[in-house]
């Protein structure tokens, strides 16, 4: 995340911070009485913090009384970069997009800015070589994530264990950060060794099928689960109660997201801790764009904050969680 922020910053000081500036300036959508319009380019439906991030912004839109249209692209680049094309067809104002994944957005980014509609990120980042392609990114810090579930446990297991990792998509870039932020959490912890590491998609039955294979092949090894997100911990933790292991106590379990289903399985113990990612983009992003309609000039990355939350905590939380 923050590479992109400092490439961002480093073409701002070469042209004296004109470039993205002209560039917002002349994408900015009319602030006419008529309705605004706006498209949104939705991952999927992979998990609970992505259905209620869709129910969210939803909601705002409703509430605010500007049309949204929804496009859901079940996990696949390709069907977004259609319903982008489709959103730039129809001329709507303003196009929100969380990309699936980081890479390969550059072509279908050019295309919506020479149509001038402006494009918010929401959730995940892209690699781009040229930031004026989108006018902010409004996501959390996801190395910040990795790092702080890397401390916890490293506390936890008293700087030794050996922890199988369950990855997000490829080459999103909450896997990509989370997997670096993690790594770099154990380094100062030698004993804190990741034996496997592979992709459960972010889905719950992915991350059941991954685990399932761990305990196969190292059953007696594995001491501590590294989830980049809840869905998955939740099958690791199907998986091994199948195999007669005890989730939360022969194996403790880590996992990102901080769903209401997380709480319940803290409160049950099965779940140790989760480290919070919040899915409530409506008010923020309609804000954001409300500020852009009003010509404010925008930061490039917008983040939200995110906090831990483990078994001491859980059952007194849980009927406070908003998702
Ligand atoms: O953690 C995961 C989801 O992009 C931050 O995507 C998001 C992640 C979230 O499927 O549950």
Request: hydrophobic residues 45%; aromatic residues 6%; glycine residues 8%.
């Amino acid at each position: 995340m923050l590479r992109y922020v400092i490439f961002g910053m480093m073409v701002g000081a070469l042209l004296g911070g004109a470039a993205p500036a002209v560039a917002q300036e002349r994408a900015k959508p009319q602030a006419t009485g008529k309705k605004l319009v706006v498209g949104f380019s939705q991952v999927g439906a992979e998990s609970a913090w992505r259905t209620a991030e869709t129910k969210s912004i939803k909601g705002e839109a409703a509430k605010r009384g500007v049309e949204l249209k929804f496009a859901i692209a079940q996990q696949r680049q390709g069907n977004q970069i259609k319903a982008v094309r489709s959103f730039i067809a129809q001329r709507v104002d303003v196009i929100v997009i969380a990309p699936i994944v980081e890479t390969g957005w550059e072509r279908v980014l050019r295309e919506v800015q020479r149509a001038r509609i402006p494009v918010i990120l929401v959730d995940r980042g892209v690699k781009v070589r040229d930031d004026s392609l989108y006018v902010t990114l409004i996501a959390s810090d996801f190395v910040e994530e990795g790092r702080m579930a890397a401390e916890w446990l490293a506390k936890k297991m008293n700087g030794k264990a050996n922890i199988v990792e369950l990855q997000g998509t490829t080459g999103s870039a909450p896997a990509i950060d989370r997997k670096k932020g993690f790594e770099e959490g154990i380094k100062k912890h030698p004993g804190m060794k990741i034996i496997k590491s592979q992709s459960g998609d972010f889905t719950r039955a992915k991350g059941k099928d991954v685990m399932e294979a761990f305990i196969k092949s190292d059953r007696d090894r594995i001491e501590a689960v590294y989830a980049h997100n809840d869905d998955m911990a939740l099958g690791a933790i199907q998986a091994l109660e199948e195999a007669g292991i005890k989730p939360g106590k022969d194996v403790i379990i880590i996992s990102i997201d901080a769903v209401r289903a997380a709480f319940e399985a803290m409160v049950a113990r099965k779940l140790n801790a989760t480290v919070e990612c919040n899915p409530l983009f409506g008010p923020i992003l309609f804000d954001t764009i409300e500020k852009l309609r009003a010509g404010e000039k925008l930061p490039k990355y917008i983040k939200n904050e995110d906090r831990l939350f483990d078994q001491s905590v859980a059952a007194e939380l849980i009927d406070s969680r908003e998702y």
